[in-house]
């Protein structure tokens, strides 16, 4: 069955503390996997999408890299406004539809 | 529209009663998702529009859920005799090419759906 889970489900980090989010997914033929952010109160916003192993995406302090079993959301001296959770989604071979994480809270305490 | 439009955003009912929530969509958009988010989870698909037809229905948790889409835009969830476990976030979203791997969905702020 196809599966995207996420890590943490939650993490807190000091302004300009960098980390990482990790979006693993067991899936039968990647087609694509995204990136959104979600605000309180609002809608996911695209951030990314990935389609091949060793690809990278970047924009601002957040960039994206793909293996053939995860992807890393990596953000760099984050800032307070990058507090959101981060939902990652996957669409395959065999299904058009996307399959979503459950998120990674990220609070970036000023 | 600029983008999409969801109404309305909160909606308190209570259990047994039917609600209507609304969806206008991205001007061109052809493609339109209902989602549905619960606390803690990932979203989970409801229904699929091309145009005015409904492709994918799979997602639908049962017969009290129903959908419509009209003139290619405007969809209406409709959700009747509502239940407690029906208490969640519906998210609609519209994007301009349907199942490519390019596709980039653009949500509405979600209409927030309370059962008491």
């Known amino acids: 069955e196809d599966q995207v889970t996420q890590s943490p489900e939650a993490l807190r980090l000091q302004e300009g503390e960098s980390s990482s989010l990790n979006c693993s997914y067991t899936v039968s033929g990647l087609r694509g996997l995204f990136w959104y952010r979600q605000d309180p109160g609002k809608g996911p916003e695209f951030l990314f999408t990935l389609y091949s192993a060793g690809e990278e995406k970047e924009k601002e302090r957040l960039k994206a890299t793909l293996t053939k079993k995860e992807s890393f959301l990596h953000i760099t001296a984050p800032k307070p406004e990058d507090s959101a959770t981060y939902l990652c989604a996957v669409r395959t071979d065999s299904n058009y539809q996307l399959i979503w994480g459950a998120g990674t809270k990220l609070i970036i305490k000023p | 529209g600029a983008g999409v439009s969801q109404s309305p955003s909160n909606k308190v009912t209570e259990k047994g009663k039917d609600v209507e929530l609304r969806c206008d969509p991205i001007?061109?958009?052809?493609?339109l998702y209902w989602y549905r988010q619960s606390l803690g989870q990932g979203l989970e698909f409801l229904i699929y529009f091309q145009g005015n037809s409904a492709p994918d229905k799979s997602g639908l948790p049962s017969d009290r859920f129903s959908a419509e889409r009209t003139g290619g835009s405007v969809s209406t969830l409709t959700i009747q005799r509502t239940q407690q476990e029906d208490s969640a976030v519906y998210l609609c979203?519209?994007?301009?090419?349907?199942?490519?791997?390019?596709?980039?969905?653009?949500f509405g702020a979600g209409s927030r759906l309370t059962v008491l």
């Open positions: 001007s061109g958009h052809t493609a």
């Open positions: 979203a519209s994007s301009l090419i349907p199942g490519s791997g390019a596709n980039v969905l653009t």
